[in-house]
C-alpha cells in the first residue's frame, strides 16, 4: 500500500534501534508492492544496486508477480541482475519470496477457491521469470491471513509462516500470542511452523499502523526475552519505491535474515505450542458501508461467481462435446479478477493507479470484473453455440454437488398463445408467468437438476387453460400484508414502513422468530445517524407504499416504496414454494451526500495519533436490523473454508487498538442456546454486520464520512443491496448451511439446448450432504476438481462419477504433486466410484486421467 515518504523518513530518524547488548537479534527486510501498488521505473536496478553494496543484507520478497513482466521489458539490466541473486534459493541464499499472491489480495475478504488461484497463478508467473523460486515461507507486510491458509499453504509445499505485519497495520493486524514460534493450527487440524506476533509485541503507542516490532526497538527485544524468546525478530517489508536500502542500516546488534533460515536455522523449535488460529485472530476493519467499497465487493462477488460456475459448466460441456480445452481463455478471467480482488482496492479505493486515464482503483476494479466476466459470458456462449441451437429448448445446469429443485425463469418465447413448460419425459411442470424488467414475457418453474449436471426442458403450447393463480398474499382489514408459503407466515406492516411485524417458520413448529419488545427497533427496518442533519432516521419513521407484484401460485413478490429521511427507498420481498431463503433487494435513492455514522472529526489527514475513528463505529451507520426472538444467542460465521462460533460478547469497538474482527462473508447465523432454532443472514459482498447481547443482529448498509488518511467516503448516486434470511432448524453444520449459501452463490443457470448433449446427466456426486466441489476443471486429456468437506462429517465419501472415459484417479496436492492413486471402481449402471477420508474442513484435490 503506498504511503506517504515524508513521514515515515522522520520516524524512521527518530525510531532507529536502540543499542542493546550483543545478543541473537535478527530482523526481516524486504519489499512488498508492485506496478499496480507502488514499483517506480528503475526499481529493480535500485533493488541489485543496494544487494551489491551491502553483502549483509537479505530480502523477503511479496512484489505482485507481474511486475516482472514489466522489469523485464524496462529495466533489463536490473532484472537479470536480480534474477542471479536469486538464483540461490537454500537456507543460505539472500532473496526468499514470501507472498506469491498474483493479486496481492487481503484473503480474508474473499472465497476458498480465490485464495488457492492467487497462490497458484502468482507462484506460475513468479517462475516464469525465476525458475528455480521455492516457496517455503508465507509472510505479508500487510494483514493478508485467513484461517485456512495452513492447509492450503502446505498443500502448495510451504513449511512455515509469519503473521507478523509491524510496519502497515492500518486495515487491521493479528492477535498478539505466543513466542518464538507456534504451530499455527487451522480449522482442518493442519499444521505450520510459524511465527506469531508476539504476547509482548505490543501496538505502538501514538501510531496506528504499527507494533513496537518494526525497527527492533529495545522494548521489544527486552519484552520479547522477558517472556522466553531467545532469538527475537522484528520486522519491515518495505514499500516498493522507498530509497532507505537496509531498513536498520550496518548490523550492529542483529542480523538481516530470510524467513526460511530463521526458522529453518536460527529459531528454538523445541517445546513449540499448538495455536487455534480462528479468523477472529485476524483483527481487520476497512471502511465498512462506504459506497465505494460496496460497490467494489459485490462487483468481486459476482465475478468470482461467475468464473467458477463458467469452468464447471464448460468441463461438463466438454467431457460430452470433446470441444477444445479454454484453459488459456479461462486463466485470463483469473487473472483479471484475482488483480481486482487486491487489498489496496480495498484499503485506498479513491487513490489514482492509472494516471494518464485518471482511474482510481475502484476505476480499475471494474475494468477488471468487466474484463472477467465477459471472457466468462464468451466462453459459455462459445459452448452454447456448438450444435444446433433448438428454438424453445433449454438445458438447465447444476454446478453443485448436490440435487436441486429450484426456481428459474426461461423467455416465454414468441408466438405462443398459452405457452407451458414441459420437461425431458414430456410432463408438463407447473409454471408462473411473470415479466422481467424489460416487461418480456417470463416463465418461473421449480426446475429438477441432478449433482452437478443438467436437466432439459421445453416450452410449447399448452392445450388446455392455464391454472388460475392461487393468491399467495392478502392485504388484511388492518391495512397489513400477509404472506403465506409452505414454509412461512410473514406479516408486513405499511404503517411502520413496510417492515416485518411477525415471521413464523411453519417446519419449527410455528416459531415467532419476531422479537416484539425491542422498544424503537423493527424487523428489517433501516436506520442509521445521520450527523448532518443531527439525527437518526428510520425506514419505519414513515408509512410506506406496499404493491403485490407477483402473487403466485409459486412465487411471490412485494414491492414497498418508503423514505428513511428524506430519502426514498424501494424493497422488493420475494419468497417462493419450497424455498428456505427470503430475499430482500433494495434500492435507495439518495438526496445528495448525507453524512451517515458516527460524528466525530479527526483532528488532521494523518490522524495518527488519534486511535478513535467515526468509520469503525457500527453503531451509527446504517442498517438493516433483525430483532430475533431467540434466547441466549450464540453466532457462527464463516470465511474461506472455514466455519466458527463468535467469541465476541458484541461486535462493536471504535478505536484502532480495540479492532473486531465483524466480517460477513457469504454468512451470519444465529441460534439459540441449545441450536434448535436458527436464522441466517446471507450477503452478496464481504461486508460488516452487528450483533449484540440485546439480540438484534444488523447488517452495515452505509457510512458516509471521513475515512483513513481524512478522505471523505462519500455518496455518489443510488445504492443497490442484495440480501436474505433463511431460518432453519438445528445447528448450522445439521442444516447444511454452507450448501444453502452456495445455492444463492451459485444459481442454477439457463442455456439453450444442445442436442448433441444428452437429456440429463450427472457427472459427479457424493454419498453424503456437506460438501462441496469447489472447481472443476478440464483440460485435454484430465479432468481435476477440488472437495471441501463442510458439514459433511467424519466418515468417508463415496463420489460417483459419469466418465466413463477416465482410465485413472489421483489425489494431488495444490502444487500437482500426487499423493496417491485412488482405487476406481466401475459400477453395473456404468459410473465409476472411489471413497475418501477427508477431515472437517479439509480439502482435497483429484486428478482424473482421460
Known amino acids: 500500500m503506498k504511503k506517504y515518504f515524508i513521514i515515515f523518513s522522520a520516524l524512521y530518524i527518530c525510531f532507529q534501534p536502540l543499542k542493546t547488548k550483543a545478543q541473537n537479534n535478527y530482523f526481516i527486510d524486504g519489499y512488498h508492492g508492485g506496478i499496480w501498488g507502488h514499483y517506480p521505473p528503475g526499481y529493480t536496478t535500485f533493488i541489485s544496486d543496494m544487494l551489491d553494496k551491502n553483502p549483509f543484507w537479505k530480502l523477503n520478497l511479496e512484489i505482485e508477480p507481474i511486475t516482472w513482466d514489466n522489469a523485464k521489458a524496462t529495466d533489463a539490466s536490473g532484472y537479470e541482475r536480480l534474477k542471479a541473486f536469486a538464483k540461490d534459493q537454500s537456507a543460505a541464499g539472500r532473496i526468499e519470496f514470501v507472498n506469491p499472491a498474483y493479486g496481492q489480495a487481503y484473503l480474508f475478504n ?163 505450542p499448538d495455536w487455534k488460529f480462528t479468523q477472529e485472530n485476524v483483527q481487520v476493519s476497512l471502511v465498512w458501508g462506504a459506497q465505494i467499497l460496496q460497490k467494489m465487493a459485490q462487483r468481486t462477488r459476482i465475478a ?82 456448438n450444435g444446433n441451437k433448438v428454438q424453445h429448448r433449454y438445458k438447465i445446469y447444476n454446478t453443485l454437488a448436490t440435487n436441486r429443485k429450484e426456481m428459474v425463469c426461461i423467455s416465454a418465447g414468441t408466438g405462443l398463445k398459452n405457452p407451458a413448460v414441459y420437461n425431458a419425459s414430456g410432463k408438463e411442470i407447473s409454471t408462473q408467468i411473470i415479466s422481467n424488467e424489460q416487461g418480456e414475457r417470463q416463465l418461473l418453474f421449480s426446475a429438477s437438476v441432478p449433482s452437478m449436471g443438467f436437466s432439459s426442458y421445453m416450452v410449447k403450447e399448452k392445450n388446455s387453460p392455464l391454472t388460475p393463480e392461487r393468491a399467495g398474499m392478502v392485504k388484511t382489514e388492518q391495512g397489513k400484508y400477509r404472506i403465506q408459503t409452505d414454509l412461512y407466515d410473514i406479516l408486513i406492516n405499511p404503517a411502520k414502513g413496510g417492515t416485518i411485524e411477525s415471521l413464523t417458520a411453519k417446519k419449527a413448529g410455528n416459531k415467532q422468530l419476531v422479537k416484539r419488545d425491542k422498544g424503537d427497533n423493527y424487523f428489517n427496518e433501516m436506520k442509521g445517524y445521520f450527523y448532518t442533519d443531527s439525527t437518526w432516521y428510520s425506514s ?11 402473487n403466485g401460485p409459486l412465487r411471490v413478490k412485494l414491492k414497498i416504496e418508503g423514505h428513511i429521511g428524506p430519502h426514498p427507498f424501494t424493497q422488493h420481498i420475494t419468497l417462493a414454494e419450497a424455498e428456505e431463503k427470503i430475499g430482500f433487494d433494495t434500492h435507495i435513492d439518495w438526496q445528495g451526500n448525507p453524512g451517515i455514522g458516527q460524528n466525530y472529526k479527526q483532528k488532521g489527514k494523518w490522524s495518527a495519533e488519534e486511535l478513535k475513528k467515526a468509520f469503525y463505529n457500527d453503531k451509527y451507520k446504517l442498517s438493516a436490523l433483525f430483532p430475533l426472538n431467540l434466547k441466549q444467542q450464540k453466532v457462527y460465521k464463516n470465511a474461506a473454508f472455514d466455519v466458527l462460533q463468535s467469541k465476541l460478547q458484541n461486535t462493536y469497538f471504535n478505536t484502532w487498538d480495540s479492532i ?65 434470511l433463511l431460518p432453519h432448524l438445528k445447528k448450522w453444520n445439521k442444516a447444511d448451511l454452507w450448501t444453502q449459501s452456495l445455492k444463492w452463490n451459485e444459481p442454477l443457470q439457463v442455456q439453450e439446448d444442445q442436442p448433441a448433449l444428452p437429456a440429463t446427466a450427472s457427472l459427479l456426486s457424493l454419498s453424503a450432504p456437506g460438501y462441496e466441489v469447489s472447481s472443476l476443471q478440464i483440460s485435454d486429456k484430465e479432468l481435476t476438481f477440488r472437495v471441501f468437506n463442510a458439514s459433511g462429517g467424519r466418515a468417508p465419501v463415496s463420489i460417483s462419477l459419469a466418465v466413463p472415459n477416465a482410465t485413472k484417479a489421483e489425489l494431488i496436492e495444490l502444487n500437482d504433486t500426487k499423493l496417491q492413486t485412488l482405487n476406481l471402481k466401475k459400477l453395473n449402471n456404468g459410473k465409476q466410484t472411489f471413497s475418501l477420508s477427508i477431515p472437517e474442513f479439509g480439502i482435497r484435490t483429484i486428478k482424473l486421467h482421460l
Not at 132 to 144: D, L
Not at 306 to 314: D, P, R, Y
Not at 540 to 550: F, G, L
Not at 664 to 677: R, S, Y
Open 110 to 272: 474473499i472465497q476458498g477457491e480465490s485464495v488457492i488461484r492467487q497462490l497458484k497463478l502468482g507462484m506460475k508467473k513468479i517462475r516464469e521469470h525465476f525458475p528455480e523460486a521455492e516457496f517455503t515461507t508465507y509472510s505479508s507486510e500487510e494483514p493478508c491471513f485467513t484461517s485456512a491458509l495452513p492447509q492450503i499453504l502446505k498443500s502448495f509445499g510451504y513449511r512455515y509462516a509469519s503473521l507478523k505485519n509491524p510496519n502497515t497495520l492500518w486495515g487491521g493486524y493479528t492477535t498478539a500470542f505466543g513466542g518464538e514460534l507456534v504451530n499455527w493450527t487451522g480449522p482442518d487440524g493442519s499444521k505450520l511452523l510459524t511465527v506469531p506476533r508476539y504476547a509482548s509485541e505490543s501496538l505502538l503507542e501514538g501510531s496506528t499502523w504499527q507494533t513496537i516490532a518494526w525497527n527492533n526497538s529495545k522494548e521489544y527485544l527486552e519484552g520479547a526475552r522477558s517472556q522466553g524468546i531467545q532469538n527475537p525478530i522484528g520486522m519491515c517489508i518495505q514499500d516498493a519505491g522507498w530509497k532507505n536500502g537496509p531498513w536498520l542500516g550496518q548490523p550492529k546488534n542483529f542480523q538481516y535474515q530470510t524467513w526460511r533460515n530463521y526458522i529453518a536455522n536460527v529459531a528454538d523449535k523445541q517445546k513449540v
Open 540 to 550: 419505519a419513521d414513515h408509512p410506506a407504499q406496499v404493491t403485490i407484484v407477483e
Open 304 to 385: 468470482e461467481n461467475k468464473l467458477i460456475m463458467a469452468e464447471k459448466i464448460n468441463a461438463m460441456q466438454g467431457l460430452y462435446l470433446r470441444q477444445q480445452p479454454k484453459a488459456d481463455q479461462f486463466e485470463q478471467a483469473w487473472q483479471n479478477l484475482l488483480l481486482a480482488q487486491h487489498h489496496d482496492s480495498w484499503i485506498v479505493p479513491y487513490n489514482v493507479v492509472d494516471k494518464v486515464n485518471k482511474l482510481n482503483w475502484a476505476d480499475q476494479v471494474k475494468i477488471w470484473t468487466d474484463n472477467s466476466n465477459r471472457l466468462s459470458d464468451s466462453i459459455l456462449a462459445l459452448s452454447s453455440a
Open 660 to 724: 473486531k474482527n465483524n466480517l460477513i462473508l457469504n454468512w451470519i447465523d444465529v441460534t439459540q442456546q441449545d441450536d434448535e432454532v436458527g436464522m441466517t443472514l446471507l450477503s452478496d459482498h464481504t461486508g460488516s454486520y452487528s450483533h449484540a447481547e440485546d439480540g438484534i443482529l444488523g447488517l452495515t448498509l452505509q457510512y458516509s464520512g471521513m475515512g483513513l488518511w481524512g478522505r471523505n467516503y462519500s455518496i455518489d448516486g443510488p445504492s443497490e443491496y442484495r440480501y436474505a
